[in-house]
């Protein structure tokens, strides 16, 4: 028999069901001695029967071949089906909301932007109007440009955009999960994160709206503001650690240690996990995110910190 | 070679050569990676063969679209899983740490049994994984999703069939 036959029987499918009836009484427990000859007597009674049985043995042999302590939280986190997914991406395309599938940034909506860099990469992009995007590492981007508007949505990870004026005197919007942005002719970074959205004006006054309650509010050039569900926060100052991604490195100023390294994670696959004792340490100084590797050397080497490999994706950092 | 072959050859040929490039710049766009794009327009091209149906394609860029857009979402998923694998491991005491080999043997082993629960309702996947995996009774599993006993047993019952159901689809796969 091939193992590709043709479909199955009206027969061997209800012989599969049986089986499963009978597979989730033993695993119960607590089945009788009369299922147990009621059992005996069903695989007695047709080829299919004991087919069928024999196919119940594979499953669960598959399954056993995996330890529970591992597979039950695997499985129990990746929880997304195919119709899940597939459901999502319909309600997305049919709403134009964001934020249908939870806020990751592997959902199906953000694997399938526009735009989009791997963990790592940066990359530049040419609008049809002759603006241009800067895509900072894991960012999903989709262009929506037509005769009224321009209209940005990042969907995830983090963008410096250089808008230009339209001949046509369209607006250039960026909306995030939180909130839009208002430009034109201005060069500016938006950031979507899990924690919530950040907006920097960089050479000129941007309009930040929230999505939440609240007015619009005008943010001057060299100021940035957080936005989350709530509404806008308070603005304040940019300084030489904002978007010094451009230039491949993250600054850090007496920057608590668990914050640099979840931000060091956003440039590297796998998990840099933080001992919680040293969480506040403050470290200061420029760590290359290019290269990783480099820059938890450079916190071994000038902060004295034990950096513990497990796989090349697993990393984490302690106390000497 | 039978001239049903040869023809389905044939549009295959045509449709690789006039479609290859555009499908590559659409997944590239996606991926934001030309060598996953790349993998994925094989990957999509092999569908298209194996499905035996390349002359009866009428549109073929929203056809190909398709297709890729199901290997792009299991891209997805087996990268989800990879995630919550990995976290899952962070919780392992390091003297039972998987040796790598073991660990890609066990990811595909996972990546196998999530395919096989996929469509299951979600109440009839917690109570397979609280069975199967945490090794919880019957009892236990009942009063951790406020269901009856008896309907522990249907959903496990249930569960069963569908795994081998779509173990049995797998393998024509």
């Known amino acids: ?51 069928a049985w024999t196919r119940m043995q594979q499953v669960d042999e598959q399954m056993a071949a995996v330890p529970g302590r591992l597979a039950a939280p695997t499985l129990r986190g990746a929880s997304h089906s195919r119709r899940e997914v597939l459901r999502g991406m319909v309600l997305v395309a ?3 909301s964001l934020g249908a599938l939870g806020w990751r940034s592997e ?8 735009y989009r860099t791997q963990v790592g990469e940066r990359r530049e992009v040419r609008l049809a109007d002759g603006s241009s995007l800067l895509l900072n590492t894991d960012t999903s981007v989709n262009v929506r440009f037509d005769g009224q508007q321009r209209v940005l949505e990042l969907l995830w990870g983090e963008i410096l955009v250089n808008s230009v004026v339209d001949p046509l005197q369209r607006p250039f919007r960026v909306d995030t999960r939180y909130g839009q942005v208002l430009a034109s002719g201005a060069r500016f970074l938006v950031r979507s994160s899990a924690e919530g959205d950040q907006v920097a004006a960089v050479d000129q006054a941007l309009q930040v709206s929230p999505s939440a309650r609240g007015a619009a509010q005008r943010l001057d050039a060299g100021r940035h503001l957080q936005l989350n569900a709530l509404g806008l926060g308070p603005v304040a100052l940019n300084d030489v650690t904002l978007g010094a991604w451009r230039q491949g490195s993250i600054i850090a100023i007496n920057r608590p240690l668990g914050e640099l390294l979840a931000d060091l994670s956003r440039y590297r696959r796998g998990v840099v996990r933080c001992d919680p004792r040293i969480a506040e340490l403050k470290i200061s100084g420029a760590f290359p995110i290019d290269n990783t590797d480099l820059a938890l050397a450079a916190l071994h080497s000038g902060f004295a910190l034990t950096i513990k490999r497990y796989t090349p994706y697993w990393v984490t950092v302690s106390a000497a | 070679m039978p001239a049903d072959d040869l ?51 009428r549109e ?17 998923r087996r990268r989800s899983l990879e995630q919550s694998y990995l976290e899952a491991l962070a919780n392992v005491p390091e003297a039972e740490y998987p040796s790598p080999e073991e660990q890609a043997i066990l990811l595909q082993a996972l990546l196998d049994i999530d395919r096989m629960l996929e469509g299951l309702g979600s109440k009839v996947r917690q109570a397979f994984i609280l069975s199967q ?4 009774t019957y009892p236990q599993i009942a009063e951790r999703l406020g269901i009856s006993e008896r309907s522990v047993n249907n959903y496990m019952a249930k569960a069963m069939e569908h795994c081998c159901l779509m173990q049995i689809r797998m393998q024509c796969s």
């Open chain 1, 107 to 114: 959902t199906a909506q953000n694997l399938l932007a526009d």
């Open chain 2, 7 to 57: 023809s389905l050859r044939s549009a295959v040929n045509t449709l690789y050569s006039e479609h290859q490039s555009w499908l590559h710049g659409w997944l590239r766009q996606r991926l934001g990676n030309a060598c996953d794009a790349a993998d994925l327009v094989q990957d999509t091209f092999v569908r298209v063969i194996t499905a035996r149906n390349a002359m009866e394609i």
């Open chain 2, 60 to 76: 073929p860029r929203p056809y190909l679209s398709r297709v890729a857009k199901g290997l792009l979402i299991d891209l997805f």
């Open chain 2, 133 to 136: 995996f945490d090794g919880l």
């Open chain 1, 1 to 51: 028999m091939s193992l590709c036959s043709p479909p199955l029987s009206a027969a061997e499918r209800q012989a599969i069901s049986a089986a499963a009836r009978w597979y989730a009484r033993f695993r119960s427990g607590s089945q009788t001695e009369q299922e147990q000859q009621a059992w005996l007597q069903w695989l007695a009674d047709d080829q299919l029967h004991r087919e």
């Open chain 1, 94 to 96: 049919a709403a134009g």
